[in-house]
């Protein structure tokens, strides 16, 4: 399997953390403590992280808009007819029947091909990567577009503004992950040739309630966990720092049982949190010197975050065909 085209389109309001900062001024109305203090160390989290700038919708765009142009400049670069199965994999959601990638084919003018999403979180672009070196070995299908966009944002109430809006201190603990995101739309076409990619995973799903978004009518049927919706119904909740604690271990061993070696790749594509943690990780591992991390500026874009860290480092220069990549994308659930 071979990428044929990888793009993506980013929204044009830059924000940068004293922007966070005045947001969660602005919405903390109701703070039990000192504000200017909580703010204060959130914006030293935010500095330690890595994290700098992100993207997010600005007035008069639309999620709609990012993702057709982004499946625009897909079109003009690979043939249309050519396109025989449409995957979506991201968190952000417009509908919950059919599947979102209906939706966007009807849009782009490709109304009868095949469709289905993918939801795995941060991981969902690279489960669909799986799936597709998959279906193009069965040759099923020959060339495959997946997109991965997200808006969380923007476009619903379960992060903004509610996790903006502190009531104390200890809320931090579980929501800081969501001040970290960033949006932007991905396009990636898969097509039959070039080498088989090679895929490692470990999954903890005892550790699945350590980052969720439950629907708003959640705890009918709820399953019992006190962190789950714990940010409320329809909310994110993340325990970002017990992610990380738990995913170290976890990565080390996936390096260990792939037996993989800096001269088996030229550049590692980490998934976009954190950039201290991970450069931490990478220098133990001593690999540091072919990481590639676009946290700074982009912040955490989720499932859009492994196709946009290969679309920068290809618009870059980072990245050329016939170079041999390393991505490591680190999910909820936990992948």
């Not at 709609?64 to 897909?74: D, F, M, P, T």
């Not at 849009?107 to 070196?133: H, N, P, T, Y």
Request: hydrophobic share 40%; charged share 20%.
């Amino acid at each position: 399997m071979r990428i044929e085209y990888i793009g993506h389109a980013l929204p044009s309001r830059l924000v940068t953390n004293e922007d966070i900062a005045a947001l969660i001024r602005r919405h903390s109305v109701q703070f039990d403590g000192d504000l200017t203090q909580q703010v204060r160390a959130i914006k030293s989290l935010l500095h330690m992280t890595g994290a700098r700038t992100r993207y997010w919708l600005a007035d008069g765009e639309s999620p709609r808009g990012l993702i057709k142009k982004a499946c625009g400049q897909a079109l003009a670069a690979v043939n249309p007819a050519d396109i025989d199965l449409l995957i979506y994999c991201s968190i952000h959601t417009e509908l919950i029947e059919p599947s979102n990638a209906n939706l966007i084919a009807q849009e782009i003018g490709l109304g009868r091909v095949e469709c289905f999403d993918i939801k795995s979180g941060c991981d969902g672009w690279m489960k669909s990567a799986m799936v597709a070196q998959a279906l193009i070995a069965s040759s099923r299908y020959r060339n495959i577009m997946v997109v991965a966009s997200e808006f969380m944002i923007s476009s619903s109430d379960a992060i903004y503004p509610a996790l903006f809006a502190l009531k104390n201190a200890g809320q931090v603990a579980h929501t800081f992950p969501g001040l970290t995101l960033g949006e932007a739309a991905t396009v990636t076409v898969f097509s039959a040739g070039g080498d088989d990619w090679r895929f490692e995973n470990r999954t903890r799903n005892d550790l699945c309630d350590l980052c969720t978004i439950t629907p708003d009518w959640y705890g009918k049927y709820a399953i019992p966990s006190e962190r789950i919706a714990l940010s409320g119904a329809g909310k994110f909740t993340s325990f970002g720092k017990q992610m990380f604690d738990h995913a170290w271990s976890e990565v080390a061993e996936m390096f260990n049982t792939a037996k993989v070696r800096l001269t088996d790749f030229d550049i590692l594509l980490t998934h976009a949190s954190s950039r201290a943690d991970w450069t931490q990780f990478c220098k133990s591992a001593g690999i540091d010197s072919k990481q590639y991390d676009i946290y700074a500026r982009y912040g955490n874009c989720v499932s859009a975050s492994a196709p946009l860290s290969i679309s920068d480092a290809i618009t870059q220069g980072k990245l050329t065909r016939g170079a041999r990549a390393l991505i490591i994308s680190a999910s909820a659930g936990m992948t």
